[in-house]
């Protein structure tokens, strides 16, 4: 029995560690404890493998001076491995004799609230501390990896020998189904992990021994468990809305008297699924409801300040250990915000897996997503309710006006700032704490003011920036976008069903430039109900070594964290083909990009004009390919027809008359019109066809002979 002592109390002895049988004596000194621990595991790896190198001394990073042993005199540059082997022998002798009754480690604080929430077993809390130490003494794993012990199956064997277990046991609790590795608390290792790289610790666990390392030298325990909770299930704020404000809501009473009949008999399996678009309210309406109900709510968190965007399995690994962590704290419920995360790949998370955890979690959670197409119907049937929140109800539209109606701006600005979609309570709660501070005759400025901020803080959160809320009157003479002027192999109907089928994709968009491919790029983005971001390949060069591979992976990572749609326009910058590099780095920045892009958990689009300079293996990874390609007859006379003022006669145009504009793209046809306003010329057909004349020899100058994308 590994843990001893009454209540919540926690007491590790040194015989059940080093499995040495000597009744307990005296404490060894706190601050040497950690270290002489880790001394004898790798004492006894050396042992079990009967060293058999000889070594130069040269300084710390040698295994006898990090082992402290003590070596014969005379020895001062060369030691044999019989003699070495020797010392090693002596120094565990040594330690497991001097180290009896109750360890002082230092991270005894974080072990011990550990270990009374996932109810860990001897094993699992020897691989913790073996984890946490390794992390607190990383010169140990130099040492280990003169040990030579390589794969998977040699070092389970030699590290089971050292703790004083079964192979079998250590195999198991290291097993990527084991709790400790599905909750992140260890990396999971490979049949490839040798004996330094077996047990390592995952992100979650890092963070929390520097989180807590200043708690657990003062022995504040209770501070320790509050930032458990705060890394892995934080408390949700508190509602801006009441239940009253979600009337419209459908079942809402029935939902809330289920939470409660769950919350009152302590049921499992209990879930509830609210799904829209966007901005609709549906995390207010959770808080909301655990307000109404008295119930403490915690919410599974979407990013983690250390590693990144938590996302996929890693988020529901966390949700399955929030339920672990509430298991005693009865009464509470669970929010998972952003659901659609842990499904863009589906292939990857077992059905069962997830069946299991639907139907035995100990709290009820509330799960949202902005599109459960993507969603498996098995999981689907698991939930009890399944709601959809229409957007922007009148009432919520009527609560935000309200609660904007303090600032110091025009009535038709709060009226439109309140039905807009990326208004939220939290957004217009923080408008109006900056709106105190504004002057209350600048009515103009300050709904400046106020629209740069709410740009920028958008722009902050990854969210497309929006458009003025107040727009001004321009005039314009070329339309808005649409996609049938937009000529495509394969079509974007095709394009986008892929899509949302597969629910994260890889595409390539090519053409000549004006084509349409950003502008469709930020279409899809729309019809997909996601934000959108736009990152130039120019943006990603860097200026030093390294630099361009690090904004490679911090916009992927960024998209991934905020769920965008990612275009990456001028993407042929630096993806030509590796067979065309002359430095090492631009190599380097290509293999970078590969890797994170097969990575990513969302839909990624490149757009390029040189589609035949991309590297081959580039061009491997993306899973559909759409050529842009120049208008044709018909969509050229329905631009025409859009643009001109004399739309009767587009349609006598007779067909030879727009044989020549063959190479054609809605950014040429943009630029002629716009041309023609500068130069104070209404767009006539006549004067418009001569236009685009002049504008596709310009654009189009030596290209007309070189072929774009493939050839036909």
């Given at each position: 029995?590994?843990?001893?002592?009454?209540?919540?109390?926690?007491?590790?002895?040194?015989?059940?560690?080093?499995?040495?049988?000597?009744?307990?004596?005296?404490?060894?000194?706190?601050?040497?404890?950690?270290?002489?621990?880790?001394?004898?595991?790798?004492?006894r790896l050396f042992l079990i493998t009967g060293y058999k190198k000889e070594f130069r001394l040269v300084g710390m990073d040698e295994p006898d001076a990090f082992l402290g042993l003590e070596l014969p005199s005379g020895v001062d540059s060369e030691i044999s491995a019989p003699v070495f082997l020797d010392a090693v022998r002596k120094r565990e002798k040594q330690l497991t004799r001097s180290l009896r009754g109750k360890p002082e480690l230092s991270f005894e604080p974080l072990l011990a609230n550990l270990v009374k929430l996932l109810k860990a077993d001897v094993v699992e809390i020897k691989l913790l501390i073996f984890a946490i130490l390794l992390l607190k003494h990383p010169k140990a794993k130099e040492v280990m990896r003169d040990l030579e012990i390589n794969e998977y199956g040699n070092?389970?064997?030699?590290?089971?020998?050292?703790?004083?277990?079964?192979?079998?046991?250590?195999?198991?609790?290291?097993?990527?189904?084991?709790?400790?590795?599905?909750?992140?608390?260890?990396?999971?290792?490979?049949?490839?992990?040798?004996?330094?790289?077996?047990?390592?610790?995952?992100?979650?666990?890092?963070?929390?021994?520097?989180?807590?390392?200043?708690?657990?030298?003062?022995?504040?325990?209770?501070?320790?468990?509050?930032?458990?909770?705060?890394?892995?299930?934080?408390?949700?704020?508190?509602?801006?809305?009441?239940?009253?404000?979600?009337?419209?809501?459908?079942?809402?009473?029935?939902?809330?008297?289920?939470?409660?009949?769950?919350?009152?008999?302590?049921?499992?399996?209990?879930?509830?699924?609210?799904?829209?678009?966007?901005?609709?309210?549906?995390?207010?309406?959770?808080?909301?409801?655990?307000?109404?109900?008295?119930?403490?709510?915690?919410?599974?968190?979407?990013?983690?300040?250390?590693?990144?965007?938590?996302?996929?399995?890693?988020?529901?690994?966390?949700?399955?250990?929030?339920?672990?962590?509430?298991?005693?704290?009865?009464?509470?419920?669970?929010?998972?915000?952003?659901?659609?995360?842990?499904?863009?790949?589906?292939?990857?998370?077992?059905?069962?897996?997830?069946?299991?955890?639907?139907?035995?979690?100990?709290?009820?959670?509330?799960?949202?997503?902005?599109?459960?197409?993507?969603?498996?119907?098995?999981?689907?049937?698991?939930?009890?309710?399944?709601?959809?929140?229409?957007?922007?109800?009148?009432?919520?539209?009527?609560?935000?006006?309200?609660?904007?109606?303090?600032?110091?701006?025009?009535?038709?600005?709060?009226?439109?700032?309140?039905?807009?979609?990326?208004?939220?309570?939290?957004?217009?709660?923080?408008?109006?704490?900056?709106?105190?501070?504004?002057?209350?005759?600048?009515?103009?400025?300050?709904?400046?003011?106020?629209?740069?901020?709410?740009?920028?803080?958008?722009?902050?959160?990854?969210?497309?920036?929006?458009?003025?809320?107040?727009?001004?009157?321009?005039?314009?003479?070329?339309?808005?976008?649409?996609?049938?002027?937009?000529?495509?192999?394969?079509?974007?109907?095709?394009?986008?069903?892929?899509?949302?089928?597969?629910?994260?994709?890889?595409?390539?968009?090519?053409?000549?430039?004006?084509?349409?491919?950003?502008?469709?790029?930020?279409?899809?983005?729309?019809?997909?109900?996601?934000?959108?971001?736009?990152?130039?390949?120019?943006?990603?060069?860097?200026?030093?070594?390294?630099?361009?591979?690090?904004?490679?992976?911090?916009?992927?990572?960024?998209?991934?964290?905020?769920?965008?749609?990612?275009?990456?326009?001028?993407?042929?910058?630096?993806?030509?083909?590796?067979?065309?590099?002359?430095?090492?780095?631009?190599?380097?920045?290509?293999?970078?990009?590969?890797?994170?892009?097969?990575?990513?958990?969302?839909?990624?689009?490149?757009?390029?004009?040189?589609?035949?300079?991309?590297?081959?293996?580039?061009?491997?990874?993306?899973?559909?390919?759409?050529?842009?390609?120049?208008?044709?007859?018909?969509?050229?006379?329905?631009?025409?027809?859009?643009?001109?003022?004399?739309?009767?006669?587009?349609?006598?145009?007779?067909?030879?008359?727009?044989?020549?504009?063959?190479?054609?793209?809605?950014?040429?046809?943009?630029?002629?019109?716009?041309?023609?306003?500068?130069?104070?010329?209404?767009?006539?057909?006549?004067?418009?066809?001569?236009?685009?004349?002049?504008?596709?020899?310009?654009?189009?100058?030596?290209?007309?002979?070189?072929?774009?994308?493939?050839?036909?």
């Amino acid at each position: 029995m590994l843990l001893k002592g009454s209540g919540d109390h926690f007491m590790l002895l040194w015989k059940e560690l080093i499995n040495e049988g000597y009744e307990p004596d005296y404490l060894s000194p706190q601050s040497k404890d950690d270290l002489k621990l880790l001394q004898i595991y790798l004492c006894r790896l050396f042992l079990i493998t009967g060293y058999k190198k000889e070594f130069r001394l040269v300084g710390m990073d040698e295994p006898d001076a990090f082992l402290g042993l003590e070596l014969p005199s005379g020895v001062d540059s060369e030691i044999s491995a019989p003699v070495f082997l020797d010392a090693v022998r002596k120094r565990e002798k040594q330690l497991t004799r001097s180290l009896r009754g109750k360890p002082e480690l230092s991270f005894e604080p974080l072990l011990a609230n550990l270990v009374k929430l996932l109810k860990a077993d001897v094993v699992e809390i020897k691989l913790l501390i073996f984890a946490i130490l390794l992390l607190k003494h990383p010169k140990a794993k130099e040492v280990m990896r003169d040990l030579e012990i390589n794969e998977y199956g040699n070092s389970i064997s030699a590290l089971s020998r050292a703790m004083r277990e079964s192979a079998r046991t250590i195999a198991a609790a290291l097993d990527q189904d084991a709790m400790l590795c599905q909750i992140r608390l260890l990396e999971e290792p490979n049949q490839n992990s040798d004996i330094w790289d077996l047990v390592e610790a995952g992100p979650l666990l890092s963070q929390l021994v520097v989180a807590t390392s200043e708690q657990c030298e003062t022995g504040a325990t209770e501070d320790i468990e509050q930032m458990l909770f705060k890394h892995i299930c934080p408390p949700g704020p508190e509602a801006l809305h009441s239940i009253e404000d979600f009337r419209g809501v459908p079942e809402l009473q029935l939902m809330l008297d289920y939470l409660q009949d769950a919350l009152n008999n302590k049921s499992s399996g209990k879930n509830i699924l609210f799904y829209g678009k966007p901005g609709t309210g549906k995390t207010q309406l959770a808080r909301a409801l655990a307000e109404k109900l008295g119930a403490p709510l915690y919410e599974v968190p979407t990013k983690d300040s250390h590693s990144g965007a938590m996302t996929g399995r890693v988020r529901l690994d966390a949700a399955k250990m929030a339920q672990m962590f509430l298991e005693d704290r009865l009464g509470a419920v669970l929010l998972f915000d952003e659901m659609e995360d842990a499904f863009r790949k589906s292939d990857q998370l077992a059905k069962g897996w997830f069946n299991q955890m639907l139907e035995e979690n100990r709290a009820p959670v509330i799960w949202i997503s902005n599109n459960i197409s993507a969603v498996d119907p098995a999981f689907l049937r698991r939930f009890d309710f399944i709601v959809e929140i229409e957007g922007g109800s009148d009432r919520q539209a009527g609560k935000l006006k309200q609660m904007l109606s303090e600032l110091p701006v025009a009535q038709a600005w709060i009226t439109e700032a309140a039905c807009k979609p990326w208004m939220t309570p939290a957004l217009a709660q923080n408008l109006v704490e900056v709106g105190r501070y504004l002057p209350p005759r600048q009515i103009m400025r300050n709904q400046q003011r106020l629209e740069t901020m709410v740009r920028k803080r958008l722009d902050v959160l990854g969210e497309r920036k929006p458009r003025c809320v107040l727009p001004k009157a321009q005039k314009s003479d070329f339309p808005d976008f649409r996609t049938e002027w937009i000529n495509t192999k394969p079509s974007l109907w095709n394009v986008e069903r892929f899509v949302r089928e597969e629910g994260s994709a890889r595409i390539c968009l090519y053409g000549p430039p004006g084509a349409g491919k950003t502008a469709y790029a930020q279409e899809l983005a729309k019809r997909l109900g996601k934000p959108f971001m736009l990152q130039s390949g120019s943006d990603l060069l860097g200026m030093y070594v390294g630099q361009t591979e690090k904004n490679i992976a911090e916009m992927f990572e960024k998209a991934e964290r905020t769920g965008a749609v990612l275009l990456l326009d001028e993407a042929d910058t630096f993806l030509y083909s590796r067979n065309m590099a002359q430095r090492s780095w631009e190599i380097s920045a290509v293999n970078e990009f590969m890797v994170r892009m097969e990575r990513f958990e969302g839909v990624f689009l490149a757009t390029t004009n040189r589609f035949d300079s991309f590297d081959k293996a580039i061009l491997r990874r993306f899973q559909m390919k759409v050529e842009f390609r120049y208008l044709t007859t018909e969509q050229v006379k329905a631009i025409l027809a859009a643009c001109v003022v004399d739309q009767d006669k587009v349609n006598t145009l007779a067909q030879s008359e727009l044989a020549e504009l063959d190479h054609l793209t809605p950014g040429v046809m943009r630029a002629a019109v716009q041309n023609l306003r500068l130069r104070g010329f209404r767009p006539r057909t006549g004067r418009l066809l001569d236009a685009l004349k002049e504008e596709q020899c310009q654009q189009t100058d030596g290209l007309l002979s070189q072929p774009i994308g493939f050839v036909q």
